[in-house]
């Protein structure tokens, strides 16, 4: 009487279909993160606030103090972009390795994450935003625009290539 063994590919795709599992990893990395980055954001905000409401803002060699105080509310403005983008990531990798595909019909359409391709164009999208918030950071930082050098404007060169990254995914997806 000989037993019968299970083919050792199916073997190898129960190990595959398994494996999925460790995404789980990632998407609570990511969730602990968002919610660490939307705190930040939250703080930074609120001490904007406080800072204005009792008058301690105090201006920063030549910049006024409403520039310093916009310059700090977009550093907020950045947290809460990483916090999104982070949230994004948690949820695109939970539809794509543990959701079922029935699930996504139900969700906006924002919401649906069809392939890493689809996710990795979405990223990119917050990434181009989250560099033009901090190119502009920079700039109001700055006390003058007089002289502009290679690192000033390695931002806007790379929002430019990355849009036309994403451009290029869209013009694929469509052929």
């Known amino acids: 009487m000989s037993t019968s063994e299970p083919p050792k590919t199916d073997l190898l795709l129960k190990i595959i279909k398994w494996s999925r599992f460790s995404s789980i990893l990632a998407i609570a990395s990511s969730l602990i993160s968002a919610i660490f980055m939307f705190g930040l954001g939250t703080v930074d905000t609120v001490k904007v606030f406080i800072r204005v409401a009792t008058g301690n803002e105090v201006a920063r060699g030549q910049v006024e103090s409403s520039i310093i ?11 809460f972009l990483v916090a999104l983008a982070l949230l994004y990531f948690a949820w695109g990798i939970y539809s794509l390795f543990l959701g079922a ?13 069809n392939s890493i391709t689809n996710l990795k164009k979405t990223l990119l999208e917050i990434l181009v935003v989250l560099l033009t918030v901090v190119f502009i950071k ?21 929002i430019i290539a990355i849009a036309l990254s994403i451009r290029l995914i869209l013009t694929e997806k469509e052929s």
């Open 101 to 113: 595909k029935d699930d996504l019909v139900n969700y906006a359409s924002w919401l649906r994450v």
């Open 69 to 79: 105080i916009i310059v700090d509310l977009l550093e907020a403005l950045d947290d």
């Open 138 to 158: 920079g700039i109001l930082e700055s006390e003058t625009i007089k002289i502009l050098t290679w690192n000033v404007l390695v931002i806007p060169i790379s």
